[in-house]
């Protein structure tokens, strides 16, 4: 039922979020919202969903979780979102920030550079640690998103 209610709710924001350029939606705590748009490495589809991002001089840093899908009042989910596989199978994507829509290659932060990002983006949102805290399987995966020139 998450996964359910997670998706819908996804698709209220991506409507309100692009009716309003960003006006309505745009923002979750500390931490601007961006549509990220990727193709769906199974039906060749565009997918869209809004992701929390930090900016990284003209890179977006978004954080590969999936608090819906298996979520409960208790626990957050413990799962790698959809867009990340459709990323694995192509880094080519879209954002929509407000009314700008930007062409977009995915990369993955490592080592340091994904330490520093990490420590970042946890200060202006705590919540991110505590999605840490149950995900013990793995590393959350840190995603840059940089402009295609």
Not at 6 to 11: E, H, I
Not at 79 to 90: C, T, V
Not at 92 to 106: D, L, S
Request: glycine share 10%; net charge negative; no cysteine.
């Amino acid at each position: 039922m998450p996964g359910l209610i997670g998706r819908l709710l996804d698709k209220t924001i991506v409507f309100l979020y692009r009716i309003s350029g960003g006006i309505l939606e745009g923002q979750v705590g500390n931490l601007p919202i961006l549509l990220l748009t990727t193709i769906d490495r199974t039906t060749g589809e565009k997918r869209t969903v809004p992701e929390a991002f930090m900016p990284y001089g003209d890179d977006m840093v978004v954080i590969a979780v999936n608090p819906w899908k298996g979520a409960s009042l208790l626990k957050p989910g413990n799962y790698l979102p959809e867009w990340w596989f459709d990323l694995g199978a192509n880094s080519q994507a879209e954002v929509q920030v407000g009314r700008k829509v930007i062409a977009v290659v995915a990369e993955e932060a490592a080592g340091y550079e994904r330490q520093q990002l990490w420590q970042r983006i946890v200060e202006l949102s705590p919540g991110y640690d505590d999605y840490r805290k149950v995900t013990t399987d793995r590393e959350i995966p840190v995603v840059l998103l940089r402009p295609v020139s």
